[in-house]
């Protein structure tokens, strides 16, 4: 790493000119920073050869200049994070005084100790993220100012900040977003700027660049890591610990600058108070920021601090300060707006602005911050005490992979989670040692545990920025006791050793319970080698080693005696499949069952490989698209057919066994399309079905079940005597951000095979229901006659689902419509439902 000296390249004389110096106060802080500068290092314009902002950056350039930094710095160097999905490396800049560089190693070891909850000892941790949604760019761009100005600069605050901090820059946050948003504007910019909002620069193709690789939202993965970019970045967090986060946005090109606190009334109740009043204090060093380039901004209006999925909110339950900015957004280079023309440069300049005012901010309180974030970790039993523990005792039934995932993801966040050494029994009900978790309340993570277990129905106020509740114990359906009491002696770090698999010799089939996770994609594979299996219509009991074990509704049998294929050439393939997808497999020596269906029985259905379409394109939820992609593809591993709406009708149905339609509008679809998908059905193939894909079908007449959507629900609300102060309460309560609800199951319908008990959690999000049928056996699930389970859903609501359908399954002709009112794959983290597409898969077109 080469030697810096300590100054600032003069190109950034007229910045420097707007943005005050370190102060005690904010409003002392009237010096201005000077051109002092190293022109040694290459500055973004020079590495770049051209303007900083004159083209759309690509993640690959974000890179290669931080590298080209850190070798010219010794201020600098480079901490990487994993990869995204399509193998693009997450880097994050470290700058900090050369002094500092020199001893990273034992910085790092005093952040381990941070969450001991002891008084903490320099350096300051600030880490400034950026552009987690790929299409607001702006934020990229003002990394790379940002970070040469650190490096480059000598001014004495700046001096002062790397002797005391540590700052992490993160400039790209979702590289394969990123990329697909500016090779689409650059791909649209012409010699003339264009500022139409409707010119092509500035109207994305699907999907935008907003998503990573599935289409997912990242700034809602910070609590489910289902995504290897929101895995390396708690990581980095949990690595780091830093007292404060910046988290850089855009918004709506009509908006100003936004930053937080937010609206005080829609913040979570676990945030310490102590959180928001420093946000508050920090509050001032962006206002005046912001004054002085003469930028209108707000603040506590439109965005919250409630769900803890968010890069902004995510610190404030781990003992940092998260801070929200939002910058309207250009969209290309520049775009008009009611407030006149907003170009690229400008946005760049803001976020650059308040991303020093973060710096300062931080610094000013930088004793506030160190005692805040030891006195958030005090307090609390860092170890286990000898004798009763008390905590969440966690089952998953019949189910040992998705006490699997669960643990991975708390591992992650750090929380401390013990396994069993011995069954247990609390009341009534029984945690065997291979599916089920124990967690102490006491531990330096009991916040977080709190939150990502939270189950409330009750709201100061009932407005969300995105879902209410997001309850873990929901999503992966687990058998949850909260206050359980477990001695000491039964716990234990070691993962119990999976059940070995192994075949006897007279054995003549193999079961597989379908409650297991992993079941699926082995069936699928299973399918792909050509190996015959059948699930069970109806359960069964049968006898091994002198013990009668219960198999459910679904269970897969494997014969030992087929055509094509030996005995030994399945047990070869099943011993392969269980180290890449672990479960349990019974092998058996009769077809006798004790009670219910012998393995010989005709209610025993042969699974039929399948070769599913999912549509994409505009007019679908790219959202739900990405997750039904995510789980066919990387759960499954289905070889996936991906066509875009506008290419369906060319066609040839007949070519897929299932058509998999997720949320959207479909518009571009007319009648003619819609009989040809009809006949698809009548002729064997299935189609499945979700939320806004029922609206176009119902138009079309493919469905029976009329529908229920949002103005017929918006009349359940009374607005007599309103005033027009009280307008955004009632949409607020006619809004569904996203509560979690209960289905009464039928258990046995192939539909609900493999979902333990008679009732289902679900996420919804969309005001749309179905109506009660009279047509026999379609019913699936209903929702509960008291729906809410946890998260905020208004009474009028709650009325109208209460007992009426939310999963059918509508024969017609040879095959069959599966109508789902919700999502049940909601960001690839509600593992409890996603058993239903499984069968749908499987099993649906196994029974015509």
Known sequence: MLRSCLYFLATYCSLSLLLPAMAAEPHDDNAILTAKSDTSLTSPTQFLDYPLGQWHLRHDQINFYLKQLALESAKVSIEKSGQSHEARQQLTAVISSAKNQARLDEILQQRQKVKSGDAQQEPLVIWLAYSIHGDEASGAHAALKLSHLLASSNEQWINRLLDEAVILITPSQNPDGLDRFSNWTNNYRGQVDVSDSNHREHRQNWPSGRSNHYFADLNRDWLFLRHPESRGRIALFHKWQPHYVGDFHEMGRDQSYFFQPGVPSRTHPLTPKDNQALTAKLAKFHQQALDELKQSYFSRQMFDDFYYGKGSTYPDINGSIGVLFEQASPRGQVQA????????????????ATSISSLKGALALKDELLEYQ?????????????????????????????????????????????????PVTQGKADFAVQTSLFIPVNQPQKSLLLAMFDNRTEFTDPTFYDVSSWNLEQAYHLQLIRNAKLDIDVLSKKRPKPTAFNVDEQAVSLLINWQQDNAAPVLQQLLQAGIRTKFAGKPFTIRVDDIDLAFPAGSLQIPLKQSGNSAETITTKLTELVKGYPLNITSVNTSSSVSGIDLGSPDFHPVKPIKPLLVTGQGTDASEVGELWYYLDTKLAVPLTLVDVGRLTRLTLSDYSHIILPGGSYSSLDEKFARKLGQFAKLGGTIIAQKGALTWLNKGHLLKTDLKEARFYKQLFDSTNLSFADREKLEARQSIGGAILELTLDPTHPLSFGIRGNSLPILKNKALGLTETSTPFIVAAKYAEEPLLSGYLAEEYQRSFSMSPAILLEPRGKGAIVILADNLMFRNIWLGSEKIYANALYFVPALD
Do not use: C, M, W
């Open 337 to 352: 707006t009611r407030n006149g023309e907003l170009r690229l440069q400008e946005a760049i300049d803001n976020q650059v």
């Open 374 to 422: 030891s006195e958030f970790y005090q307090g609390r039993d860092k170890t286990l005490n000898k004798g009763r523990q008390q905590g969440f005792l966690i089952g998953a039934p019949a189910n040992a992979n998705r006490i699997s995932d669960l643990s991975a993801l708390l591992d992650q966040h750090h929380i401390e989670f013990y396994y069993l050494t011995k």
